[in-house]
């Protein structure tokens, strides 16, 4: 069993094979320690307790001491990670690895530094620092504290391979972060531009950046959703089998980086009792439960920011009109340090413009900044000042009323859904994230009908198009959450990504700016599973909903690998096809560990298709969205000739990869370790989404996709809750929770998440720490 060293704090492992009567003598004496030296006033103290897989349980008696447990348990797990994340929201990437190389998302160093340079400014750092309430001052400063003493311990016992010897490595401060928050804010929105912001540059002046980095970019925006998915569902009494509130947490989040999950339980006695995951840097749970009620998140399909469509003064494109006046932009240099060829370090200096909405942005060919117009982009979660106050209230909520009026009170939620249940059984949806107050009828005076609305540009030379303020929102310039959807239900909320007007069929959610949610839509194929699924007559049980995920069902398998076999029928005279049409007909309509090679075929004929056109035999109907469109379009030759070309195409990709035609999906589909993985394509309407990346020798690695998984269901006793964490607690290849949840994902395998105190110290691999402030020479981490 896997001891986390610890040398200056108390620790105590359940070794079954003392007698108990020792053990409880042992107990008992570390506890009579443990008071005699009781924190002073002021210094942090916390117990960790480890379950089995590493999972922590954290104690403390107040906020300061809760940070700092949890500082110091991520560090014990991912040290690097989080050190390395602090160099990139620091402007820091290109002074240390170089301003060419490429960060984990595949930016180049030097794009990335100017982004998160301008980003977090010594100013804009500091407002949001002022910004703060006290317990979470305290939290983020206990935090920091828990990370360096690790960082101390584990520099002296040695560093994990990802940082041994990195000059990068370093204590952090409480306004570290503070510039993870900040850079988890613009994720759905200026954070989809680091580019355009980074490279914007008035004409004539030396392109910033290469048109191959746009490339790139186009291709994380577009990949956005899919990155970041999420399935969720909300059963209430009127459906669940026990006549309580049951909620599944499916999250489909980077299984590696800045947005990697932690699981972990929360206690601060009489104040705090929370499990569930939270992301790096952050000393609150994102997803989870409490004793009373549960809840998760969905990427949402608001949108969060706009684009503003500068009228530019003819004699000089650093100015823009604004009601018929020439107003000069604003001239922001930002400086980097970059690491050149011979190692010595250069500044080099870049200047960034804006206007009263925001930066300026340039995309070559999308967004061009010419001698008549330029863009402009306001991202509304720049001025979310509230997201952690958000999260505690929500973690402390003692009812489903309690967790929605902290959520319209706050307005802190920055770019997600919120599902939620409570042991009553009800069952919550709130579409209610920080969103730029553009209704309909402003829309419908200032936006270009060119731009559709996959982004928002509007006319940014009338001030009258600038976004509207209401007394009732949080901050100005947002919806108030009195006007975005909301829906309580007795039977079900579900969610998967897409609008907000099919979360329950009975009661469709109409009227809101298309700016919030869109209706009369199609419907994304794991919505239509999840329906298909609850809307199956009977009660509903915890059992149902983690078979939505395990089961591995591809949706679209129904409405399409019917009448791919029916066409099979006059396509065997073709070797080729021949062997395709083989696979399909013995694929079970799985992306399971076992399902065959039908499965990488039918993947690339329907990507075929979907990049085509029109190919469905029923058309998208807005009255019947749950079963539209669907079939196969093959009477028609155009579409029979794309499927004939993706089918070719297919095996010969599958003949070039090496693969054989018994090959297995969890041959070819792994985890980073090696370890086999199911799931599949949210685009082929897998519930159990996976994003994987092509390999050597036709593998594919998982990067993205399932992730923290819960279910919970409630009784008289309170909480009970199943589930995992897909890519495992630590990510650090030397640790034995590197890949110990991950082979139980693979294998099928939830696990009970142990809450209460008799299930904490029953688990087999229990084990205690205390730590205390003055147990070491702490290094300082006060905000800098």
């Not at 595949?106 to 750092?125: G, H, I, K, M």
């Amino acid at each position: 069993m896997f001891v986390h060293p610890d040398a200056a704090g108390v620790r105590v492992s359940a070794n079954r094979s003392i007698p108990s009567f020792c053990l409880t003598a042992l107990l008992v004496a570390l506890s009579c320690s443990a008071h005699a030296r009781e924190a002073p006033p002021g210094e942090a103290r916390a117990e960790i307790r480890r379950t089995s897989f590493g999972v922590p349980h954290i104690v403390a008696r107040d906020e300061r001491g809760l940070g700092y447990g949890i500082g110091y348990a991520y560090a014990q797990d991912n040290l690097c990670l989080l050190a390395n994340e602090v160099v990139t929201v620091n402007g820091e990437r290109s002074r240390f690895f170089g301003p060419q190389a490429l960060t984990l998302e595949q930016r180049e160093n030097l794009a990335s530094d100017v982004f998160f340079t301008w980003l977090n400014t010594p100013a804009a750092v500091s407002a949001y620092w002022q910004a703060q309430p006290a317990p979470i001052r305290s939290l983020l400063e206990g935090y920091a504290l828990g990370y360096n003493r690790a960082l101390a311990e584990r520099t002296a016992q040695g560093l994990p391979a990802q940082c041994q010897q990195a000059e990068w490595l370093r204590p952090i401060t409480a306004l570290d972060l503070v510039k993870l928050t900040r850079r988890l804010l613009v994720e759905g929105g200026a954070g989809q531009f680091v580019e355009a912001v980074a490279g914007a540059a008035p004409p004539g002046a030396a392109a910033g950046l290469p048109a191959a980095a746009f490339s790139m970019a186009q291709a994380r925006q577009a990949n956005f959703a899919l990155e970041r998915g999420s399935n969720a569902v909300a059963i209430g009494h009127e459906r669940s089998a026990n006549g309580r509130g049951l909620l599944l947490a499916n999250p489909h989040f980077p299984w590696v980086g800045g947005m990697r999950f932690y699981q972990m339980q929360l206690s601060i006695p009489g104040k705090l009792n929370v499990m569930g995951a939270a992301l790096p840097g952050l000393p609150l749970i994102n997803i989870g439960f409490n004793r009373h009620l549960a809840w998760t998140h969905t990427v949402d399909t608001s949108r969060h920011f706009t684009l503003h469509r500068l009228q530019l003064d003819p004699k000089d494109s650093t100015r823009y009109l604004l009601d018929g006046v020439s107003t000069p932009m604003t001239r922001q240099p930002v400086s980097v340090s970059v690491k050149a060829e011979d190692g010595q370090q250069q500044v080099v200096t870049r200047e960034l413009y804006g206007t009263i909405y925001g930066p300026l942005v340039q995309w070559p060919g999308r967004l061009d900044w010419t001698g008549q117009v330029a863009f402009s982009l306001r991202d509304a979660n720049l001025g979310n000042t509230r997201v952690l106050q958000q999260w505690y209230s929500m973690n402390q909520a003692d009812s489903l009323q309690a967790l929605q009026q902290s959520v319209q009170r706050l307005q802190g939620i920055p770019w997600v859904n919120t599902l939620a249940v409570d042991a009553r059984g009800q069952a919550l949806y709130l579409n209610q994230s920080v969103v730029p107050y553009v209704d309909a009828p402003l829309l419908a005076q200032c936006s270009d009908p060119a731009a559709g609305l996959e982004l928002i540009v509007l006319d940014g030379s009338r001030s009258a198009c600038n976004w509207k303020v209401d007394a009732r929102a949080a901050q100005p310039g947002i919806f108030p959450a009195q006007l975005q959807p909301s829906l309580l239900r007795g039977d079900f909320v579900q969610h998967s990504n897409d609008s907000a007007w099919m979360v329950n069929p009975a009661q469709p959610l109409r009227g809101y700016s298309p700016i919030i949610s869109r209706e009369d839509v199609p419907l994304g194929p794991r919505s239509r599973f999840a329906l298909q699924r609850l809307n199956r007559p009977g009660k509903i049980s915890a059992q149902d909903l983690h078979h939505m995920v395990m089961d591995d069902k591809v949706y679209l398998a129904e409405l399409a690998l019917p009448d791919l076999l029916q066409w099979c029928k006059g396509a065997t005279a073709d070797p080729q096809l021949k062997a395709v049409c083989d696979s399909l007909a013995a694929w079970d309509g799985k992306a399971g560990l076992a399902s065959g090679i039908g499965l990488v075929h039918f993947q690339n004929i329907l990507q075929a298709l979907q990049e085509h056109g029109e190919f469905w035999r029923v058309a998208f109907d807005p009255a019947d969205p749950q079963h539209t469109p669907r079939g196969l379009a093959l009477e028609c030759a155009e579409v029979a000739r794309a499927v004939r070309a993706a089918a070719l195409a297919s095996q010969a990709q599958v003949a070039e990869a090496g693969l054989s035609a018994n090959v297995q999906w969890g041959q070819i589909q792994q985890a980073g370790d090696g370890t086999p993985m199911h799931g599949g394509p949210s685009s082929l309407g897998v519930y159990n989404a996976m994003q994987s990346v092509p390999g050597e020798g036709g593998k594919r690695t998982v990067i993205s996709g399932t992730s923290y998984l819960q279910v919970v269901s409630f009784d008289d006793k309170g909480p009970h809750a199943q589930g995992l964490l897909a890519f495992s607690q630590s990510s650090e290849a030397g640790s034995v929770h590197a890949s110990d949840q991950t082979r139980a994902f693979s294998a099928g395998h939830w696990h009970t998440i142990p809450f209460t105190e008799a299930q904490i110290k029953a688990d087999p691999q229990y084990q205690v720490q205390v730590i205390r402030e003055t147990d070491t020479a702490a290094v300082a981490s006060s905000p800098r």
